[in-house]
């Protein structure tokens, strides 16, 4: 993100989602293996949909926490 940060062309807005509290849900960054294995268990299940939102995202991972699970412990 900070090579995003720095560039000229591109605006970045923070938004505050009104639909869910997003400090309970888990990371989707992919900086660790485990968040590698995490984001391939969400395009597992959505497979063979490839075109998702952050809330199909969201709505899983409150029926299906255990897809989340590799990277839970890693802040």
Known sequence: MPFVYK??????????NKIFNLKKFPRL?????E?????????KYFYPKIYFSWVDVIK??????YL???N????
Not at 29 to 33: A, K, N
Not at 60 to 65: A, E, Q
């Open 35 to 43: 968040d590698l294995i995490t984001i391939r268990n969400v395009f």
């Open 60 to 65: 899983l991972y409150i029926k299906k926490k």
């Open 7 to 16: 560039m000229k062309k591109i605006q970045i807005k923070k938004t505050k």
């Open 68 to 70: 989340f699970s590799p």
């Open 29 to 33: 960054t992919l900086d660790y293996p």
């Open 72 to 75: 839970k412990n890693i802040n």
